[in-house]
Structure formats: C-alpha cells, structure tokens
T-cell receptor, first 110, second 115 residues
Framework: ELKVEQNPLFLSMQEGKNYTIYCNYS?????LYWYRQDPGKSLESLFV?????AVKQEGRLMASLDTKARLSTLHITAAVHDLSATYFC??????????FGEGTQLTVNP | SAVISQKPSRDICQRGTSLTIQCQVD?????MFWYRQQPGQSLTLIAT?????????ESGFVIDKFPISRPNLTFSTLTVSNMSPEDSSIYLC????????????FGPGTRLTVL
C-alpha cells in the first residue's frame, strides 16, 4: 500500500524566512504533485514533477524530486503572508488516482 | 487545463436523507475521481468513475452508500445516501486534464453538513 508522509504538519514562520516542507512516499510512482489549499477552498495545482532530479519554481516556491530517495521537497524562499495555506503533496500515475499526504498547514507571521 | 464545476457548492441536510452532487467538466475526460475531505483532514479517494462502466470503489466505500453515475465523458454524479453526521465533509471531483495530461484538477468542492 502506497503511503505518503509530509513533515512538518504544522509550520509557523516569520516573513522573510526560508523553510522546506518534506514529502516521503513508500513505493515507486510516476508523478509527484504539490497542491495548495486555502481555508474553505478547493485545491490549486502548484507543481507536477515527473522525473528524478526534476526541479520547478514558481515565485517563492520551488519543488524538487528525488525518485531514488522517494523524497520531494517544497522550498519556500523569503516567505510572505500570502503564502499562508495548507500544502499537500500527492503521488500517482498518469490516468490513475492520487494518494495524498496529510498536508502541511503553513502560517506566515509578520 | 480543465475547468470543473460542482453543484451544489454547499448544503445542510438532515440525518437519513440523501444528496446528489453533480460534477461537470468543460472537456471530455476518460476518468473522473471522487474524493472526500473530512474536517481538518487530507483527501481520501471514494471511487473512480469511467464512462460506460461501473465505478471502482476504494476500501471502506460501498456502492449502496455512495452510488455514482457517469452518463457521458463530461459529467458525473455522486450520491451520499442515508446520511449521518459522520458524512459531513467536502466532496471533490477531479479529472486529469491538459495536453499530455499534465496534472489532476479539482472542482470547487461541495461542503456537506449533516445534522
């Protein structure tokens, strides 16, 4: 059974600081996804990582994938309040279901 | 990308009743997925709906409780039957979309409260 674990589950950080969220998964899979969810909202797709060594960046967020270690990271650079949200990683194959991590609730304080 | 709409966006229902949630996609897709997100929790897959065949349910979810229809390639419904307060959740449909199926997109969700 595929398991996806994120840490930390809760993260409180100051504006301007850097931090990394980790996502470990238990079995080989095609794709690693990162989503953002604001309170009361649906999921917004941030990144899809398809291959070992893949790195994608959008604004202050950068995601990477190490398929050998079964590890993905979401790095936050110089955090701002607008990044406060819950971030989910998910693992799956093309055309198939996703298995989600528990989510990381990020709060960025002034 | 894929644009997904869901109806209703939210509802408050009485115990023992049923609610049907609709999911409409702006393009034809082979598979549609129904997820549940309980309060403060992550997402759990309920079932996968393929057009023209019976839905495939995940462990812990049964057709009698969550019947699904998939009449065509752009539409699906999920019914939550004989509801109890434990069914209070956000229900989301999802599709894989885009050229080369670049990601899975989620609908806006249906927030269900059962009293």
């Amino acid at each position: 059974e595929l398991k996806v674990e994120q840490n930390p589950l809760f993260l409180s950080m100051q504006e301007g600081k850097n931090y990394t969220i980790y996502c470990n998964y238990s079995t080989t899979s095609d794709r690693l996804y990162w989503y953002r969810q604001d309170p009361g909202k649906s999921l917004e797709s941030l990144f899809v990582l398809l291959s070992n060594g893949a790195v994608k960046q959008e604004g202050r967020l950068m995601a990477s994938l190490d398929t050998k270690a079964r590890l993905s990271t979401l790095h936050i650079t110089a955090a701002v309040h607008d990044l406060s949200a819950t971030y989910f990683c998910a693992v799956g194959r093309s055309g198939s279901r996703l298995t989600f991590g528990e989510g990381t609730q990020l709060t960025v304080n002034p | 990308s894929a644009v997904i709409s869901q109806k209703p966006s939210r509802d408050i229902c009485q115990r023992g009743t049923s609610l049907t949630i609709q999911c409409q996609v702006d393009s034809q897709v082979t598979m549609m997925f129904w997820y549940r997100q309980q309060p403060g929790q992550s997402l759990t897959l309920i079932a996968t709906a393929n057009q023209g065949s019976e839905a495939t349910y995940e462990s812990g979810f049964v057709i009698d409780k969550f019947p699904i229809s998939r009449p065509n390639l752009t539409f699906s419904t999920l019914t939550v039957s004989n509801m109890s307060p434990e069914d209070s959740s956000i229900y989301l449909c999802s599709v894989e979309g885009g050229t080369g199926a670049d990601t899975q997109y989620f609908g806006p969700g249906t927030r269900l409260t059962v009293l």
